[in-house]
């Protein structure tokens, strides 16, 4: 089923891109095509302010998509605020605690001692808040990026696989805080700053974002509400042990 949380595929082309397109793969190469091209960009703007917040998050992603998605920089709790959104099993945030979410992990990755120990941790973090209805891997690897490199390392990118770590992540979202992705990311670690990010992101494997979400359900269902009060709940334990 094609993800359409606007309801309008039919007439506005997949998650309303500016050409109208409705093949996911075409919108994907669109995508994936302004990435490339707003990469510098964004690093270069993220380098440049005193300390990450969350509007940083939406203003790269803004930088990143805004010639593909005229919602570029708009989080979910802004364009679909009655969906609860997933990939697999993974539920992502309610788009009410999205900023919450996403505020904790640039707190934590701000925090050197805290980024250099747990790197995959304030990833998941990132993940897990899912701001956007596509878009979403590459913007926060830009942001994780950027936190590393203030911390004084960096991540090999390139050696890393897109299956193992989709994997590791996964686990990272299931479980939080056991160290699942910063045991997988720790061989590719590397100490001093990176001279070209851009280029070492661009190497990174699945950069093409070929796995779509999925409309979970309404945020008022039930049943997914159940859902997601265990998985914060866990997740509010993690945080505060």
Do not use: C
């Not at 891109?17 to 990435?35: D, G, T, Y």
């Not at 940083?56 to 805004?66: I, P, R, S, Y």
């Not at 990026?145 to 996964?170: M, N, V």
């Amino acid at each position: 089923m094609t993800f359409d949380p606007f309801g309008d595929f039919a007439t506005r082309g997949y998650l309303r891109n500016v050409a109208r397109a409705k093949e996911p793969n075409i919108v994907q190469r669109l995508q994936h095509n302004s990435f490339l091209t707003g990469i510098d960009a964004a690093l270069a703007y993220l380098q440049a302010r005193p300390a990450l917040s969350y509007a940083d998050v939406l203003q790269t992603h803004k930088t990143l998509f805004e010639v593909v998605f005229p919602w570029a920089g708009e989080d979910r709790l802004a364009n679909a605020p009655h969906l609860f959104v997933q990939k697999g099993r993974v539920l992502f945030a309610h788009p009410n605690d999205i900023g919450r979410s996403v505020d904790y992990a640039l707190e934590k990755g701000q925090d050197k001692a805290f980024m250099r120990e747990k790197p995959g941790e304030v990833m998941g973090y990132l993940a897990y808040g899912h701001p956007f209805l596509d878009g979403n891997g590459r913007t926060i690897m830009l942001v994780h990026a950027e936190l590393a490199r203030r911390t004084g390392f960096g991540i090999d990118w390139g050696s890393t696989a897109k299956k193992d770590y989709l994997s590791a992540l996964t686990e990272e979202l299931d479980s939080p805080g056991k160290g699942k992705l910063d045991s997988y990311l720790k061989p590719f670690i590397r100490d001093g700053t990176i001279r070209n990010v851009a280029d070492v992101i661009k190497q990174a494997p699945g950069l093409d974002g070929n796995n779509a979400d999925a409309v979970a359900g309404e945020t008022k269902d039930p049943t997914l509400q159940a859902r997601y009060e265990a998985q914060e709940l866990k997740r509010r334990t993690t945080q505060t042990s």
